[in-house]
């Protein structure tokens, strides 16, 4: 998982940049949220404890009970170390609990982790955690920008000191020195690279995004409650343009490219978030939720992997039962994603029509297309044909 993380492939080579235990660590302590396997793996194991204790009617219960005398007790307390079902630590800690005392006005076992009382595996994971690592609350306001996650792992990377700049590769001894590589006035820090760089600070002036507060953590904090898909789009293709001029020397990016770029970025973030404000939010599920009864429910999607001419769709349809009724998929001659889903719609739409069903619901994952073909945006110019042919189709009776 770590080599996958860094690395990108299970035998590549890569550069570990955070410590494993900051990984696991919730984001709002400052981490990933990578479920530990260690922890993880005990935190099931001890949901067969809680079995064990309150199920005695499951099968497995009966057989380890019947192997290991009439009672649970007398298995927690045998001598030999070879009939042991469980840790020392924990027979004593097991040995030890009165339900009556530590359960309060509850009779028998309970589990204090969850408000329920009754013990599950992520409560289990997450007591765990906390007693094995100490976590401070750093708050978790990076997470909820409306930015894409490759800029928030940026942002995370320079909060933590971990962004793989000179000063960092020379601390790990990968090189000789801590220069920065492009105005090699200085210690190459975090703060230095994507900001007081000469070069960074061309493109922040341009910007119009200044470099006050001093402390990084404030900085970020002022600038992506001011200008957040600017301050964003600005990090991202200063240290793109940084990258780009130690791996690829011979193509120099000017800083108007870089101004360039970042204020098309903006752009593009500004147009997404609004296209995503426009949407339903209580429509936007992350499972299937079957239609009411007597719909039919059509579910497309698309896909275009950035080469050759060709977008792939599918789309099925089913019942208020989630029983399957049509489907298709292909692909089509198109570099546009957008015209993929259109298609996919489009044909979902001509078979649940074709095989007689008339109360037809369309569940896209593309807001874009949703937009278009509910005409929420201005389409004064050009239209897609298929924007046409769906909008006919959805007003057949």
Not at 71 to 97: A, H, P
Not at 212 to 231: E, T, Y
Request: aromatic share 12%.
């Amino acid at each position: 998982m770590r080599n996958f993380l860094w690395k990108g492939q299970a035998d590549g080579r890569g550069l570990n940049l955070v410590n494993w235990k900051v990984l696991i660590t919730p984001k709002k302590f400052g981490g990933l949220r990578i479920r530990d396997p260690f922890c993880a793996n005990i935190a099931l194991l001890e949901k067969l404890v809680w079995q064990l204790f309150h199920h005695p009617d499951k099968f497995w219960v009966q057989l380890l009970t019947e192997k290991y005398h009439s009672s649970k007790d007398d298995c927690l307390s045998r001598s030999r170390e070879r009939d042991l079902m469980f840790g020392r630590s924990l027979q004593s800690n097991i040995n030890s609990y009165n339900p009556d005392i530590q359960a309060g006005s509850d009779v028998g076992w309970c589990w204090t982790g969850a408000a329920s009382k009754v013990y599950d595996a992520h409560s289990g994971y997450l007591w765990l955690n906390k007693k094995m690592f100490s976590w401070e609350d750093r708050g978790n306001w990076l997470w909820r920008q409306h930015v894409p996650e490759k800029h928030k792992f940026l942002v995370w990377l320079c909060l933590r000191e971990a962004l793989p700049t000179a000063a960092f590769r020379f601390r790990r001894g990968i090189l000789h020195t801590d220069s920065c590589p492009q105005c090699f006035s200085g210690q190459e820090s975090v703060l230095h690279c994507i900001r007081d760089c000469p070069k960074a600070q061309l493109v922040w002036q341009a910007l119009g995004i200044s470099d006050q507060p001093v402390d990084l953590m404030s900085w970020f904090l002022h600038n992506s409650k001011q200008r957040p898909f600017r301050f964003f789009s600005g990090l991202w293709w200063i240290w793109c343009s940084r990258n780009n001029e130690i791996f690829h020397p011979h193509e120099h990016w000017t800083t108007d490219k870089v101004i360039g770029m970042t204020l098309s970025l903006e752009k593009e973030l500004r147009n997404i978030f609004e296209l995503q404000r426009l949407s339903i939010p209580s429509t936007i599920s992350g499972s299937w939720i079957p239609p009411s009864v007597g719909t039919f429910k059509i579910n497309c999607d698309a896909s275009y992997l950035g080469n050759g001419a060709r977008v792939g769709f599918a789309c099925v349809s089913r019942d208020w039962k989630g029983r399957w009724q049509r489907g298709c998929l292909g692909a089509i001659e198109s570099r546009s994603i957008l015209q993929g889903e259109l298609f996919a719609i489009w044909r979902g739409f001509l078979l649940t029509w074709d095989s007689g069903k008339r109360d037809i619901i369309c569940e896209t994952d593309c807001v874009e297309a949703f937009t278009i073909v509910n005409n929420l945006q201005d389409c004064s110019g050009f239209i897609d044909p298929l924007v046409l042919k769906i909008r006919d189709i959805m007003s057949w009776k």
